[in-house]
């Protein structure tokens, strides 16, 4: 646990030297958030996020948001009876992680983001330990097969996301349009992924992507501003995902020592739906979340998930 104990450490420092607007947030993932009997593949994720408001230097960007993220990932095959290494139709996997990044926000609703990701994949993760206790606190049977686990594999990993909006001058009130980007590179995961997103407003005009929860740029200079602000909308984002490389699938890049390992689907098609209500300085926001196939054998199936955000301004 001292590796939980170094990183919240490193976290809450960058919490108490920004002296700036900021939000701290929680994110869960968890696949019972969709169905009691749904526990297969992507089974849990946990995140902690802390950014903080920038100085924008340039006439084009409305603001740029510093973000440090700390989170962990954990896999697991269809069957938490997984003993019989032949039952394994996913490798089971952990993903502990640290991030930085920074995003910016333009004055046309363009929005780019950054990050680097620096962390772990396989027993050092302890996402064995957390699933252990986490499924004993609720009740249910320990999972069996950790011993097949992804081995132990160095996380070094780039990320950008570009969203652009389209179709300004038709819809802007009630209902809006991007295109959205999204590259991954590193020795976890090597792929991109591209389809359009929509916000449906639910109440009230939409706010501008600059100054919306969507992508986490709630934050002003003038926190009564902030505080006064109202969204309450729904989100869709479809996309066409490929996928060159996984280590939680395929192993590590550097050796072949991992007992369990699949060939990836490279193309697959993914989505999320989700809606997000925000008042005075809380943010509340739930997705639904589908994945296509992501490997090769007779079993696997897609799958999805549920994610939970709970955000809170300074």
Do not use: M
């Given at each position: 646990m001292k590796y939980y104990g170094m990183l919240a450490s490193?976290?809450?420092?960058?919490?108490?030297?920004?002296?700036?607007?900021?939000?701290?947030?929680?994110?869960?993932?968890?696949?019972?958030?969709?169905?009691?009997?749904?526990?297969?593949?992507?089974?849990?994720?946990?995140?902690?996020?802390?950014?903080?408001?920038?100085?924008?230097?340039?006439?084009?960007v409305a603001k740029k948001i510093t973000e440090f993220r700390l989170g962990q990932y954990i896999y697991?095959?269809?069957?938490?009876?997984?003993?019989?290494?032949?039952?394994?139709?996913?490798?089971?996997?952990?993903?502990?992680?640290?991030?930085a990044g920074i995003n910016t926000f333009y004055t046309n609703e363009s929005v780019l983001k950054v990050n680097?990701?620096?962390?772990?994949?396989?027993?050092?993760?302890?996402?064995?330990?957390?699933?252990?206790?986490?499924?004993?606190?609720?009740?249910?049977?320990?999972?069996?097969?950790?011993?097949?686990?992804?081995?132990?594999?160095?996380?070094?990993?780039?990320?950008?996301?570009?969203?652009?909006?389209?179709?300004?001058?038709?819809y802007h009130e009630?209902?809006?349009?991007?295109?959205?980007?999204?590259?991954?590179?590193?020795?976890?995961?090597m792929g991109a992924s591209v389809g359009p997103m929509a916000r449906i407003s639910l109440k009230g005009a939409l706010l501008p992507m600059y100054d919306s929860a969507l992508h986490g740029a709630a934050l002003n200079q003038d926190k009564e501003a902030s505080k006064a602000q109202r969204e309450l909308f729904l989100y869709l984002n479809p996309v066409i995902n490929y996928q060159n490389y996984d280590a939680t699938i395929l192993g590590s890049m550097f050796n072949d020592t991992s007992p369990v390992?699949?060939?990836?689907?490279?193309?697959?098609?993914?989505?999320?739906?989700?809606?997000?209500?925000?008042?005075?300085?809380?943010t509340y926001s739930y997705s639904f979340n589908y994945r296509g196939k992501e490997l090769t054998n007779r079993v696997i199936t897609s799958y999805y998930y549920g994610s939970i955000v709970l955000s809170y301004r300074l």
């Open positions: 490193l976290f809450f420092c960058a919490f108490c030297f920004a002296q700036k607007p900021a939000e701290i947030s929680i994110i869960s993932d968890n696949d019972l958030y969709t169905s009691p009997i749904n526990d297969q593949y992507y089974t849990n994720g946990i995140e902690l996020i802390y950014r903080y408001l920038g100085t924008a230097k340039n006439e084009k697991n095959p269809q069957s938490v009876r997984a003993a019989d290494i032949n039952v394994n139709d996913r490798p089971f996997a952990g993903y502990l992680f640290a991030e680097f990701q620096a962390g772990v994949v396989g027993p050092q993760s302890y996402a064995e330990e957390f699933q252990e206790k986490l499924h004993k606190l609720v009740g249910y049977p320990t999972v069996q097969g950790w011993q097949y686990q992804i081995t132990t594999t160095l996380a070094a990993q780039a990320q950008a996301v570009y969203s652009h909006k389209i179709l300004s001058g038709r009630k209902v809006d349009f991007h295109v959205q980007g999204e590259l991954n590179v590193g020795t976890i995961w390992t699949f060939p990836l689907i490279p193309f697959r098609f993914n989505a999320e739906a989700g809606v997000k209500y925000r008042y005075n300085n809380w």
